[in-house]
C-alpha cells in the first residue's frame, strides 16, 4: 500500500508540473493543506479514498496519469495532431484570456500617450502641353544644319522637388497660424529647440544650424508624395500635430512646386531665345556675303545666260542665297516664339483640388492598436501553452 501511495504521489506532482497547476490550488480542489499535498506528493502520506474521488471529479483527465497512459503528443510522426492543440489551449483558456486581455489594455492605453496626427492632403495635375511643339521646325533646321538645338524638354520629378532643401528650408522657418489662432514656426510646433529630459546638453542642441538640420529631417518623414503613372495625378500629403498647419503647409507646398517650376521654363525658355538671337545674327551675316557674292558675280558676268559653265556658277550662288534666306526668315519666326513663350505664364501644374484642415486625426488609430495588440496577446499566450505542454 505505502509503495502505491509513493507512486501516486509522484504522479500527482507530475500531472499538477505538467499542467502548470499551483500547489494551493490543487489544494483548495482536494480540501485539503498544501502541507498535505506536499506529503501526498513525497509519499510520506497515504492519500485516502475521499481525496481520490475530488482529484477524480475536478480533474477527470488525470485517469490518463494514473493508468500510466502517455500524454497526448502534439507532433507524433512529423504530423501536428491540432485536436491536441485545442485541447491543450481549452484547458488553459484562463490564462489565454487573461494574458490577451492584459496586451490588449496596454497597447489601448498606450495609445493615449501618442500625440494626434492629422493629414492633408493637396493634388494636382499636369498640364498637357507639348513643351517642344513651337520649336519643332526649328530643331529640324538646326539639326540638318549640325547644329546643337536646346532640349526642352522639362522633366521634373516632382517628389525631389517636394522634399528639396530650397522648399524645406521654407518651410522650417515659416510662421505657420494653428488652431487656436497662435503663430509658430515647424521647430517650436515640434519642441526642437527644448532640450529632452534623457538628452544630455550640449552645444549643437542650442546650435540653430543643427537645430534647422534636424527640422528639414523631420519634415522629409512628414511629407509624402505619390504619383499616379497612368493619369499623371500628383498627390502631396502632409502630416502633423495641428489640422490647420498640416492643411497650409499642403497648399504653400504646391504652389512653391508650381511657381519652381514655371521658373524653371521660363528659364528655359530664355535660353532658347538668346540661342536663335545668336543663330540669327551669324545666319544674316552669311546672307549678307551670299548677297555680295551674287551681285559682283552678275556685275561682272552680263551675259552669264549664254555661258553653261557661268550659269552653273550662278545657280549654285542663287542657291545658296535662297537657302540662307531661308534659314533666316525661319530663325525670326522662331524668335518671335520664343519672345512669346518667354513672358507666357501658362503654369506646368494645375492644383486641382487644395488642402483643406482636416476634421479627425489620421494616427493614431486607436482600433487597430486595440486590434493588433489583441491579436499579439492571443498568438503570445497561445504559444506560450503550447511550449509549457
Known amino acids: 500500500m505505502e509503495t502505491r501511495s509513493v507512486s501516486l504521489g509522484q504522479k500527482i506532482k507530475r500531472y499538477r508540473l505538467v499542467n502548470d497547476i499551483r500547489q494551493e490550488d490543487m489544494a483548495d480542489k482536494l480540501e485539503v493543506s498544501r502541507a498535505t499535498l506536499i506529503n501526498y506528493e513525497k509519499g510520506h502520506t497515504t492519500i485516502n479514498l475521499d481525496v481520490l474521488n475530488r482529484l477524480k471529479i475536478h480533474y477527470p483527465d488525470f485517469e490518463k496519469e494514473k493508468d500510466g497512459i502517455e500524454k497526448p503528443k502534439i507532433i507524433l510522426d512529423n504530423t501536428i495532431d491540432f485536436r491536441v492543440i485545442y485541447n491543450v489551449l481549452r484547458n488553459k483558456k484562463k490564462y489565454i484570456f487573461f494574458i490577451t486581455f492584459l496586451f490588449s489594455l496596454i497597447g489601448t492605453g498606450s495609445s493615449f500617450l501618442i500625440k494626434k496626427q492629422y493629414s492633408a492632403e493637396i493634388t494636382l495635375y499636369p498640364a498637357k502641353k507639348d513643351i517642344s511643339k513651337g520649336l519643332a521646325q526649328f530643331q ?54 527644448k532640450s529632452r529630459w534623457y538628452e544630455i546638453k550640449s552645444k549643437n542642441e542650442t546650435n540653430s544650424l543643427f537645430i534647422i538640420e534636424k527640422a528639414i529631417k523631420k519634415f522629409n518623414k512628414h511629407v509624402q508624395v505619390t504619383e499616379d503613372r497612368i493619369s499623371g495625378l500628383i498627390k502631396i500629403t502632409t502630416t502633423l500635430q495641428d489640422p490647420l498647419v498640416a492643411a497650409n503647409v499642403a497648399n504653400f507646398i504646391g504652389s512653391e512646386v508650381e511657381l519652381y517650376i514655371q521658373k524653371e521654363n521660363s528659364a528655359q525658355s530664355t535660353r532658347e531665345k538668346l540661342f536663335i538671337s545668336d543663330r540669327l545674327s551669324i545666319v544674316k551675316k552669311e546672307l549678307e556675303s551670299s548677297e555680295l557674292r551674287l551681285k559682283d558675280f552678275k556685275e561682272r558676268n552680263r551675259g552669264f545666260e549664254d555661258s553653261p559653265e557661268l550659269f552653273m556658277t550662278y545657280s549654285q550662288l542663287f542657291r545658296e542665297v535662297e537657302a540662307k534666306k531661308e534659314v533666316y526668315l525661319t530663325l525670326q519666326q522662331q524668335l518671335e516664339l520664343a519672345r512669346i513663350e518667354e513672358v507666357k505664364q501658362t503654369p506646368i501644374l494645375h492644383i486641382l483640388d487644395h488642402a483643406v484642415s482636416p476634421v479627425s486625426k489620421s494616427y493614431p488609430n486607436r482600433m487597430m492598436i486595440l486590434i493588433t495588440s489583441f491579436l499579439i496577446g492571443l498568438v503570445y499566450s497561445s504559444l506560450t501553452v503550447i511550449f509549457r505542454y
Do not use: C, H, Y
Open 140 to 193: 529640324s533646321l538646326a539639326v540638318n544644319l549640325g547644329m546643337n538645338a536646346p532640349n526642352n524638354d522639362q522633366n521634373f520629378n516632382i517628389s525631389d522637388v517636394v522634399k528639396s532643401r530650397l522648399i524645406a528650408n521654407k518651410m522650417v522657418n515659416n510662421q505657420w497660424k494653428t488652431s487656436n489662432g497662435q503663430f509658430i514656426n515647424l521647430i517650436e510646433l515640434w519642441n526642437l529647440n
